[in-house]
């Protein structure tokens, strides 16, 4: 038995088990001051477990798998996206295209194309239940397994979800370590991701897909570092085809291809050699042809329009815990009178691509260590300029901080949690008070980070 005599360690996982199971089965949103208090007991416990030296490699990845499974058979408590999901996959399987109308219409006009479509509307809700879907081909094809797998049952469905998800948290377990081998760093760095109460909480619990896109985004990075430029391009495909965000990602490789071993002697545009170039324009190309397969079932005049206006509500219409964005929105309010979201989400879009502009041209990404960390540093700052931030999309910069020097992502992990206060009443608020603390605490670790690693390497 991997834990007799590590009294501790047994309690703590006891303890940890015990709040997981609660979580899981007994909480509700609005019971923000018992959900801070588990968040914060969790985080000690998951602190405790990834510093401890009397826990195996193995131990540690048994017990990542236990806690992911005590939600197996839970309906999540703190989203309702699952619904949504669920009808994107039930309409996939009976032949409509999912991105083509939206489950209001079919519920105004009193059809049931789906099983269970009253239930499903009411729990996804209205502000859910009147968009176009957004979720890429992949994610549609997740939802299409659990229709075909369990298309009569809500919770036969969350089971499959679940699977899927905690299926792919082990395949980046899996290419975690390797990439982190190569990298020679820690293998236990991935413990950081794996043992994380936000990744098991929002992640296997809350049923978001966030762990498939990085699962496709880290092999792709693992195939990258081994030369194997062409199937990385597969891969990052497969990852936009979950989630776009990856798309950020793009601009940084152009250094990893082209400008290696660099002479200062030398101007940089001077020393591209051919192969180099190509190699990067196929890379692209195939990273662009995987993305177009993968969308083109679903391709029409009708989708385009749909899904661009779906993707645009994230810049013109969405709210929620955003830092400078309101900042900037507070502003308005001075000078205008009014909340101008379309005019401030179009500035704080340009802010971001100047600053991947910048990060990709004048920082050095020749070597793997340093793109990752332009990656880390190009996804945080999109996010720290956004309109919307939802917990869950922490997961990217926090896997991508596992091959990095900072840590700041896992702050954010623990502080994101305060953005829940929002859920505190049957009416959604944000206090914007606790909003400016949880950024305040985050850009202070930020501050300190950068400072310290700054320091050390003028030192060095």
């Not at 549609?140 to 969350?158: N, T």
């Not at 379309?342 to 691509?353: Q, V």
Request: glycine share 4%; proline share 4%.
């Amino acid at each position: 038995m991997p834990f007799i005599g590590k009294h501790k360690e047994v309690l703590t996982l006891i303890l940890s088990t015990s709040f997981y199971v609660y979580i899981a089965f007994f909480l509700e949103r609005t019971s923000f001051f018992e959900l801070l208090f588990c968040w914060a007991f969790l985080f000690g416990s998951f602190y405790f477990l990834i510093k401890n030296n009397q826990l195996s490699f193995k131990d540690l990845v048994r017990v990542s798998i236990i806690f992911r499974l005590i939600f197996l058979f839970a309906t999540p408590n703190l989203s309702e996206d699952f619904y949504r999901f669920i009808w994107d996959g039930r309409m996939l399987f009976e032949g409509f295209n999912p991105y083509l109308s939206t489950p209001e219409t079919f519920i105004k006009q009193r059809l049931n194309p789906i099983n269970e479509a009253n239930t499903l509307y009411e729990g996804m809700g209205i502000l859910n239940g009147s968009h176009f879907t957004n979720y890429p081909p992949i994610h549609q094809f997740c939802f299409l397994i659990a229709a075909l797998l369990s298309g009569k049952s809500i919770l036969g469905s969350i089971v499959v979800f679940r699977i899927i998800i905690i299926l792919t948290d082990i395949g980046i377990l899996y290419f975690g370590k390797k990439l982190l081998e190569r990298l020679e760093l820690p293998v236990k760095n991935i413990f950081l991701y794996m043992l994380n109460p936000f990744i098991i909480i929002e992640m296997t619990g809350n049923l978001h897909f966030e762990p498939v896109m990085l699962f496709f985004l880290i092999i792709g990075l693992y195939k990258l570092h081994q030369q194997k430029s062409n199937l990385a391009a597969i891969f990052i495909g497969c990852a936009i085809s979950v989630k776009l965000i990856p798309l950020l990602f793009l601009p940084l490789f152009c250094q990893w291809f082209i400008w290696k071993n660099p002479s200062k002697k030398i101007p940089f545009f001077q020393q591209i050699k051919r192969e180099n170039l190509w190699k990067l324009i196929s890379f692209y190309s195939i990273i662009f042809v995987v993305t177009i397969l993968l969308f083109f079932p679903f391709f029409s005049i009708e989708f385009i329009e749909n899904y661009t206006k779906s993707v645009g509500l994230w810049f013109n219409t969405f709210e929620f815990n955003a830092s400078f964005y309101y900042l900037f929105r507070e502003i308005g309010y001075l000078f205008r009178g009014y909340n101008e979201i379309a005019i401030i989400g179009k500035i704080t879009t340009i802010c971001s691509i100047i600053f991947l502009v910048i990060i990709t041209i004048y920082r050095d990404n020749k070597t793997f260590k340093n793109l990752i960390t332009s990656m880390l540093f190009g996804i945080s700052f999109y996010y720290i300029f956004s309109s919307t931030v939802h917990p869950w999309y922490m997961a990217t910069p926090l896997l991508l901080g596992v091959f990095t020097k900072y840590k700041f992502p896992i702050i954010w992990t623990f502080v994101v949690i305060l953005s829940y206060q929002a859920y505190s009443s049957l009416f959604w608020k944000e206090n914007l008070w606790i909003i400016a603390f949880e950024y305040i605490l985050l850009f202070s670790y930020v501050i300190c980070e950068i400072e310290k690693h700054f320091t050390k390497k003028m030192i060095d």
